[in-house]
């Protein structure tokens, strides 16, 4: 594999203007550990090579969005998580698109804490798209999140067959309601066992965009905004119709369309506000939905991109020195038919970003994400695109890569994060409802949480030992 310096990275990449930034030399920064490595398949100098972003330091804008990579990868490894892309407005909202696995530990390493993550917007339900759900639900109230949190996702796929022995599968229950309620029954273990510390607000009002669950305040609840996958926001005749609306408050408008990812159910969406817009795209098979949503302008294009197949399957470990070429053969078309029924080849997305720019504006940011981002692969993948679309910036997404839009700019930084960090978590001081398991503090007379009052004294409280006797000494 040929050597590429930084700057033949970022040229390519067609952000080289501005600071080169190299790495900073801060201990436990996780943008940086890598670097030192000569191996182009263990570093990623295009993410090391951005400016720095240093998390929780920096008030956003009342003009500003701020987009950041919480995940960026379907294969969840040290480096990268499984997708999740981060918005913040400067009108205070802020919103999750998708919450695959792993990703959770990056909204902690960039200082996020839970209670702002309670408005998500899922792409379609693959593990690599809501992994992190259950996580992230049933530790919210634990986190300061005493309120529920707000999933909006596709609807059921509405498919129905018959296999080739003669079984008719479906319809299924796999819409976005099924899996929050399933997922609401698989941890009621959980759920219970934290109610000793409060789960909801006394006074919380209930958001403008919450309009039919009036009853539903806890923070163990989901409130569920299923979204039609086939709408497009416009009839059979083209005629707009407003019929994918998922979000229109506080001037924030995400609207959502049809993706063609393996099964029919998958969506993907489109974030607008204040004359700023970004797409964001979970999986699909290279879509003429996109060329459509974002003809108009977008800002930021948020697109997934899959790899060859060949180079995929040797990532994997499996190449003809190891393996004989029947098993290379045969792990290569499986690699393609998944890549067929579902994603997005490299240059694929530099003939959409060239459509676009042919047929309306190019975005001022076109992200490649869902890919594993090295040396290597960012090579091959930079160059594909190219093909394509040979100007425009372009940019591989990695994990804690914050993009700031504004009328008058597009930033790109990578953020400084300690692989220690914990979450910030600030107590909440508002009333709160009395959790289920609680007691009258003998001292005191007040209610105090008692985690212990789910134990059987005399099966297991009796048998725990008395901190008198380990702190004798
Ligand atoms: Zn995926």
């Known amino acids: 594999m040929p050597k590429m310096n930084r700057r033949d990275m970022l040229k390519m990449s067609g952000l080289a203007a501005g600071t080169l930034a190299i790495g900073s030399a801060l201990p436990g920064c996780n943008s940086d550990d890598n670097q030192s ?26 003009d500003e969005m701020r987009i950041t990579f919480m995940g960026t990868t379907p294969i969840a490894m040290i480096s990268q998580a ?40 899922i792409a379609h339900l693959h593990a690599d798209h809501m992994g992190d759900i259950p996580f992230v639900y049933g530790f919210g109230p634990s986190y300061g999140r005493l309120w529920p949190m707000y999933i909006w996702g596709p609807t059921r796929s509405g498919l129905t067959y018959t296999d080739p022995d003669n079984n008719t599968r479906g319809p299924f229950n796999d819409g976005t309601a099924d899996y929050c309620a399933a997922l609401q029954q698989m ?22 965009f919450d309009t039919t669950h009036s009853t539903l305040t806890d923070g163990y609840d989901f409130v569920v905004k299923e979204l039609p996958w086939k ?10 119709n407003g019929d994918n609306v998922a979000y ?11 993706a063609v990812h393996t099964r029919q159910g998958s969506i993907s969406y489109k974030l607008e506000w204040n004359g700023l817009s970004m797409i964001y795209i979970g999986d699909t098979l290279p879509s003429q939905y996109v060329i459509d949503q974002a003809l108009p302008g977008v800002d930021v294009l948020i697109h997934e991109i899959v790899m060859s197949a060949a180079n995929w399957i040797t990532k994997m470990g499996i190449t003809t020195d190891k393996y004989s070429q029947t098993i290379v053969d045969a792990a290569v078309a499986q690699s393609q038919s998944v890549q067929d029924s579902s994603h997005t080849p490299q240059k694929a997305y530099g ?17 490649g994400t869902h890919f594993q981002a090295t040396d290597d692969t960012i090579k091959t993948a930079m160059s594909d695109i190219r093909t394509w679309y040979p100007k425009g910036d372009v940019i591989i997404a990695s994990d804690t890569m914050v993009v700031n839009v504004t009328r008058t700019g597009v930033k790109v930084r990578r953020g400084v994060v300690s692989n220690y960090q914990w979450p910030i978590q600030v107590p909440n001081v508002s009333e709160t409802n009395t959790p289920k398991y609680w007691m009258t503090d003998p001292q005191t007379g007040k209610p105090t949480a ?14 725990v030992i008395d901190s008198s006797k380990y702190n004798a000494k």
């Open 37 to 62: 490595h000569s191996d182009p398949t263990q570093k990623n100098s295009m993410l090391a090579d951005l400016p720095p972003y240093y998390p929780g330091t920096e008030t956003l804008g009342k």
């Open 82 to 121: 499984a997708v999740s892309v981060f918005v913040e407005l400067g009108n205070g909202d802020c919103f999750s698109f998708d919450l695959g696995t792993g990703s959770m530990i990056k909204y902690w390493a960039m200082k996020v804490n839970m209670d702002k993550i309670y408005k998500v917007f």
């Open 187 to 208: 941890l009621i273990w959980h759920n219970e066992s934290q109610s000793f510390e409060p789960t909801s607000l006394k006074d919380y009002k209930l958001p403008d």
């Open 231 to 240: 709408n497009t926001g416009k009839d059979a005749n083209g005629v707009p």
């Open 248 to 258: 229109d408050y506080n001037g924030a408008k995400i609207t959502h369309f049809p």
């Open 351 to 367: 003939y959409i970003l060239q459509q676009i720019k042919e047929k309306g504006v190019a975005p001022r940011l076109a992200v």
């Open 450 to 463: 008692a985690p212990q009052a789910q134990l059987d004294p005399d099966a297991l409280e009796n048998y």
